[in-house]
């Protein structure tokens, strides 16, 4: 009998939006759980890679040092790495503050806005060993590894993810048409 691809997922930087359309596969994920073996993944909780995987779904760009150790750890032990929706593609809405200094956004979030001015009258911006350092802009995932694939749209459709995803499980072409990738 042929051993199961292993499929493993990460979410950096977004809104675990495709994550969540990944699942809008609805009960055709039962059909994909006969194809395969889950690895690491906030799905199923699993935390480490307990062996290396076949295929692995990337959502999210990487705005700190954690997201770079996680994408690089996930080269690492998979064969193929796909970036889904448009944060993994291109930074997304996070990457929105590639163009204004870190400093500037830290003392707006929680120093000058609305919700904080008052509650933080001692002006303490987030500093602890434990707290992963930012970037110095949001990074897509292609420009810290090697990505294999990428899955447009934010999110991407479900049936662009399950077409996608059983075509590389399964070995075969992909069939994508354009009604699962178009944006309009």
């Known amino acids: 009998m042929m051993k199961k691809p292993i499929i493993a997922t990460a979410s950096l930087a977004g809104c675990f939006g495709c994550h969540m359309s990944f699942l809008d596969i609805d009960e055709r994920i039962l059909d994909l759980v006969e194809l395969v073996h889950w690895g690491k993944s906030p799905i199923n ?92 802009k949001v990074y897509p995932c ?13 999110p991407p459709r479900a049936d662009l993810i399950y077409g996608a995803l059983t075509a590389l499980v399964t070995g075969q072409e992909a069939k994508l048409p354009y009604e699962v990738i178009k944006f309009d």
Request: include cysteine.
């Open 142 to 154: 292609h420009e810290i590894v090697k990505m294999d694939y990428f899955l447009p749209g934010c």
């Open 45 to 136: 909780d699993i935390k480490t890679f307990e062996q290396d995987c076949d295929i692995a779904l990337i959502e999210g760009g990487c705005c700190n040092d954690e997201h770079i150790h996680t994408l690089r750890d996930f080269r690492k032990h998979c064969r193929i790495l796909v970036a889904v929706g448009e944060c993994a593609i291109m930074g997304g809405l996070p990457a929105m503050r590639n163009n204004i200094p870190i400093q500037e956004c830290l003392e707006e979030a929680y120093l000058n806005s609305p919700s904080t001015a008052q509650a933080n009258p001692e002006q303490i911006l987030p500093n602890d060993a434990e707290l992963p350092a930012l970037l110095d």
